[in-house]
Antibody
Framework: EVQLVESGGGLVQPGGSLRLSCAAS????????MDWVRQAPGKGLEWVGR??????????EYAASVKDRFTIARDDSTNSLYLQMNSLKIGDTAVYYC??????????????WGQGAPVIVSS | DIVMTQSPLSLPVTPGEPASISCRSS???????????LDWYLQKPGKSPQLLFY???TRASGVPDRFSVSGSGTDFILKITRVEAEDVGVYYC?????????FGPGTKVEIK
């Protein structure tokens, strides 16, 4: 069964840092790009960024709203995706989802999502 | 960035009746390979989003055939032939032709 499980969410003060993890199973993790999507309370979905795969040199891309503050990393040896969030702002409060992205030569949408990790930025 | 819009934003429906959601993009989503990089997702209440369609018109696994999509370029439509109670939730379109990927604001479908 294809599965993504996020962890590491919690309460953090403005200006603080937090690292989310996403554990993948049931598929060849290293083949896929992996994405982060967030959803502020009562709001819609916002793409945060993605990590491409080895074939694409592990290039990372980010939304302008998080660029230079958030860093996406992956460890193909442990099938794990990470989101390091620094200089957190109140506006970063959201549920953060990891999602399975494309593979080289084939786009199939975000066909698997985790259950979400809540992040609350508050003093 | 590509701006995605949806209409309506709220859609009360009667079970058994049809429903339709429009999605528009500020730039063409038609890529040089002939595919439209447009996805549809449904987020049921309290759940993570789930994929309905990708590349404009390819149905994701397990999606009932009462759901259909049409459109190309900048204008797309998601149709439900006969709405069922389990179809309630928020429907999002998302463009994947270029990063940053962007979602529409969502259309909330609820039973009358």
């Amino acid at each position: 069964e294809v599965q993504l499980v996020e962890s590491g969410g919690g309460l953090v003060q403005p200006g603080g840092s937090l690292r989310l993890s996403c554990a993948a199973s049931g598929f060849t993790f290293s083949d896929h790009y992996m994405d982060w999507v967030r959803q502020a309370p009562g709001k819609g979905l916002e793409w945060v960024g993605r990590a491409t795969n080895k074939a694409n040199n592990y290039i990372t891309e980010y939304a302008a709203s998080v660029k230079d503050r958030f860093t996406i990393a992956r460890d193909d040896s442990t099938n794990s995706l990470y989101l390091q969030m620094n200089s957190l702002k109140i506006g970063d409060t959201a549920v953060y989802y990891c999602a399975r992205g494309r593979i080289i030569g084939s786009y199939r949408g975000f066909d698997c999502w985790g259950q979400g990790a809540p992040v609350i930025v508050s003093s | 960035d590509i701006v995605m819009t949806q209409s309506p934003l709220s859609l009360p429906v009667t079970p058994g009746e049809p429903a339709s959601i429009s999605c528009r993009s500020s730039q063409s989503l038609l890529y040089s390979n002939g595919y439209n990089y447009l996805d549809w997702y449904l987020q049921k209440p309290g759940k993570s989003p789930q994929l309905l369609f990708y590349l404009g018109s390819t149905r994701a696994s397990g999606v009932p055939d009462r759901f259909s999509v049409s459109g190309s370029g900048t204008d797309f439509i998601l149709k439900i032939t006969r709405v069922e109670a389990e179809d309630v939730g928020v429907y999002y379109c998302m463009q994947a032709v270029q990063t940053p990927f962007t979602f529409g604001p969502g259309t909330k479908v609820e039973i009358k």
